[in-house]
Structure formats: C-alpha cells, structure tokens
C-alpha cells in the first residue's frame, strides 16, 4: 500500500513539474493523473486482473475517504453564513445559471461524440 502511495504523489510530483516548467494550462495534478492513466495502461497490456492492484486498493481507500475532505469546505462555508445571506440571491441565480451551461455543454459534447462515432461506423 505504500509503494501505492508513493506512485500517485509521484505522479503527481511529476504533473506539477511539468506543468510548471512548460508553463501548461492545466493544473500539475491533472498532468499527474494523465501521467498515472498511460502508465497503468501501459501496465495493464501485461498483467490483467488490475482489481488485485495496489494502487487500485488504495483508490478505492481514498475514495471512500473522500466525504472527509469536503469537511472543512462545509465549516468555512456555515463561517461566511453573512456574506451568503447578502448575495443569497445572486448565488442561487448563478448556480441556476452555471447548471444549466454545464447540462448544455455536456449535451454538446455527447451529440458530437455520437456524430463522430457515427462517421467513423461509416
């Protein structure tokens, strides 16, 4: 488990370096992931069966850990409970708004996903 824990901090590691260095617009962790994404992948070719994996384990560890970390965000968000009462109404508008976006951007992108897999049946 800890040679796991020791690949995705290196990954991550890795990601942050670079996306620093090359001055990338993509935050170092998300270079990170793809980084760990190819490499299991690449792994994978050889060794099936990635359920029994370490780092598989740890995941889904970290996974279910995963209710804890918004813990802190809830506290910071029940301390600025005045600053919401003011601009109530203005966030509920925004997050009306930037849900409505989002449905319509992933619509988007399904329908030309789907028309490209369509072309390429063709």
């Known amino acids: 488990m800890l040679r796991a824990l020791a690949l995705l901090l290196a990954c991550q590691l890795a990601g942050e370096a670079l996306s620093h260095q090359f001055g990338l617009p993509v935050p170092g962790p998300v270079v990170g992931l793809v980084l760990l994404a190819l490499g299991l992948g690449l792994y994978a070719r050889s060794r099936p069966g990635f359920e029994d994996w370490p780092v598989a384990?740890?995941?889904?560890?970290?996974?279910?850990?995963?209710?804890?970390?918004?813990?802190?965000?809830?506290?910071?968000?029940?301390?600025?409970?005045?600053?919401?009462?003011?601009?109530?109404?203005?966030?509920v508008a925004l997050i009306i708004l930037t849900t409505i976006i989002t449905l319509l951007a992933?619509?988007?992108?399904?329908?030309?996903?789907?028309?490209?897999?369509?072309?390429?049946?063709?």
């Open 57 to 91: 384990k740890l995941s889904d560890l970290l996974l279910g850990s995963l209710g804890l970390l918004f813990v802190p965000a809830g506290a910071g968000v029940v301390q600025q409970f005045g600053i919401l009462g003011d601009n109530g109404l203005a966030l």
């Open 106 to 122: 992933t619509v988007g992108t399904f329908l030309g996903v789907k028309r490209l897999m369509e072309r390429g049946r063709t």
